[in-house]
């Protein structure tokens, strides 16, 4: 199970291979915050609190897009972390604004 959390609240949902965070979201009707699904806007950024390994390795936007720190600390873009497995997951939308 993955928890998707946001200022409105939380919803635990199932996760799903091959979906990013913020597919899932949506799919769910969970209102995450985004603009433009390529990585570059960061209005989807999140923070992995736990269930890093689930997720695809950083992509080649989110490297360019986020600092090294950040994602040494957890932080993604929603729109490219993407689900490689399944399992117990707390992901929270933590744009800049």
Known sequence: MITLRTRNGDKTVEP???LNILELALKNKVEWGFSCTRGT???CRCFV???MELLEPPTEAELNRL???EIELGYRLGCQAV?????TASVTHKPYF
């Open 16 to 18: 799903e291979a091959g």
């Open 41 to 43: 806007c960061a209005r």
């Open 49 to 51: 609190k736990e269930g």
């Open 67 to 69: 600092e090294p720190e």
């Open 83 to 87: 689900i490689r497995t399944t399992g």
